[in-house]
């Protein structure tokens, strides 16, 4: 099910076109992960494309996004979870969708639009490539650590990993706060414990956290968003 057309991204296909563009070429290997915001992608057109110009078509793609509201009753003790098997048709391609082996994400589908914005850059850039997405409301050290072993699970080293954050909450000095995380991230700095002390206002920071202690690497700077007003974005990428 498509929800968010039309509000994060255009439901008119030469538009959405004309934002995502087409890759020229194949790289010849692939990240291991990459760090995208969740924003408008009129705006953040110039940073998916960076990432995904790196991925190799026929790479299965995990996207892994974080909730930004505890997981619904109904659905406790439960904190990850992952869409239905499907095809989704989308404006511009269908995109083959797997289940990670965890509960249905369907109330979290229609409430989180990160998932959308990756669909028409898989489906401009990495046409075959399969998509398994992953939800999570991890916080604690122990969810983080459940975290990463499920990241782990996923890692059959054909896999690249989508990580849906941006670098700040709502601030009054985006920039700043934005490029202080961008530091850390760089640095390889461990994160938990300053977002759990307010420190660190990045959404996806516990997902950060479980993908880089299950994916040994460093993070490198793709690019950064040029008019940040209220919160900050930017793109990484781990080799």
Not at 18 to 30: F, H, L, M, Y
Not at 41 to 70: C, E, N, V
Not at 120 to 125: E, L, R
Request: aromatic share 8%; proline share 6%; with cysteine.
């Amino acid at each position: 099910m498509i929800y968010h057309s039309g509000i994060f991204y255009p439901s008119d296909r030469a538009e959405l076109d004309e934002i995502t563009g087409r890759k020229e070429a194949e790289p010849v290997s692939s990240p291991k992960a990459i760090i995208l915001p969740h924003m408008d992608l009129r705006r953040a057109a110039s940073l998916y494309r960076k990432a995904f110009l790196s991925i190799q078509d026929g790479k299965r793609i995990a996207a892994i996004l974080p909730l930004h509201r505890p997981p619904l009753e109904c659905d406790k003790p439960s904190f990850l979870f992952s869409s239905r098997e499907r095809t989704e048709d989308f404006i511009n391609g269908s995109i083959v969708i797997e289940n990670a082996g965890l509960p249905y994400a369907d109330a979290y589908e229609k409430e989180e639009a990160a998932l959308e914005l990756i669909y028409p850059f898989i489906s401009s850039y990495c046409p075959s490539s399969h998509l398994v997405p992953v939800f999570s409301a991890a916080l604690s050290s122990q969810e983080v650590k459940k975290l990463t072993e499920t990241v782990h699970s996923l890692d059959d080293g054909n896999t690249v990993f989508i990580v849906s954050s941006n670098m700040t909450g709502l601030t009054g000095d985006p920039v700043a706060e934005r490029d202080r995380m961008i530091g850390r991230l760089i640095s390889g700095e461990s994160l938990l414990d300053s977002f759990r002390k307010g420190r660190i206002s990045a959404c996806g920071t516990p997902i950060i956290e479980a993908v880089s202690r299950a994916l040994p690497g460093s993070w490198e700077l793709i690019g950064k968003a040029d008019d940040d007003r209220k919160a900050g974005h930017a793109a990484l990428i781990r080799w």
